[in-house]
T-cell receptor
Framework: DQQVKQNSPSLSVQEGRISILNCDYT??????FLWYKKYPAEGPTFLISISSIKDKNEDGRFTVFLNKSAKHLSLHIVPSQPGDSAVYFC?????????FGAGTILRVKS | DAGVIQSPRHEVTEMGQEVTLRCKPISGHDYLFWYRQTMMRGLELLIYFNNNVPIDDSGMPEDRFSAKMPNASFSTLKIQPSEPRDSAVYFCASSSSGLAGVPETQYFGPGTRLLVL
């Protein structure tokens, strides 16, 4: 029962272009959504979050969009940089617990 | 702040042996979470504590797994006896209560890579 799905295992983007990572969820009770970035041999690092009462949150090069009716959120990175190459996890919160997606490997080519 | 500290970073053991993983949360954080990451199941929550009390252990796979938090600065996850299918990366994370008393952003440790032969 995958409540949070990241259907793209990987994404390759040219440096300077936009990276768009997608996430779908099934549980309408999720009240908070987060994106984490993970480098090899390190723990996930918090990137950006959005409350379920909002539809957009922006932090520098990173913007998260939430479409509640479609149960879909996306992370936009613009411009993409080689240092952004990592695994990106979408996570959803309900009842103090986070449910994670399987992750998307982002490769930014220089 | 040093962040969440986990030890050991790597553990190789033989089937049947006891394994103890350790975690020191960020000072002042009152929530502590244990996660396991595998290729098959991704990142899944095993158990979490609030103010040193276990709140939800529904993710603990079976009785071979146990977790304790004797004080605010230390937690252990124990597997006894260990099995090859327990091989995974185990993460500890901590967070503090927000204004509404629910956890804020979770901060993860570097993880313990466990291999059970």
């Amino acid at each position: 029962d995958q409540q949070v799905k990241q259907n793209s295992p990987s994404l390759s983007v040219q440096e300077g272009r936009i990276s768009i990572l997608n996430c779908d969820y099934t549980n309408s009770m999720f009240d908070y959504f987060l994106w984490y970035k993970k480098y090899p041999a390190e723990g996930p690092t918090f990137l950006i979050s959005i409350s379920s009462i909002k539809d957009k949150n922006e932090d520098g090069r990173f913007t998260v969009f939430l479409n509640k009716s479609a149960k879909h959120l996306s992370l936009h990175i613009v411009p993409s940089q080689p240092g952004d190459s990592a695994v990106y996890f979408c996570a959803a919160n309900y009842g103090n617990k986070l449910v994670f997606g399987a992750g998307t490997i982002l490769r930014v080519k220089s | 702040d040093a962040g969440v500290i986990q030890s050991p970073r790597h553990e190789v053991t033989e089937m049947g042996q006891e394994v103890t993983l350790r975690c020191k949360p960020i000072s002042g954080h009152d929530y502590l979470f244990w996660y396991r990451q595998t290729m098959m199941r991704g990142l899944e929550l095993l158990i979490y504590f609030n103010n040193n009390v276990p709140i939800d252990d529904s993710g603990m796979p079976e009785d071979r797994f146990s977790a304790k938090m004797p004080n605010a600065s230390f937690s252990t996850l124990k597997i006894q006896p260990s099995e090859p299918r327990d091989s995974a990366v185990y993460f500890c994370a901590s967070s503090s209560s927000g204004l509404a008393g629910v956890p804020e952003t979770q901060y993860f440790g570097p993880g313990t890579r466990l291999l059970v032969l």
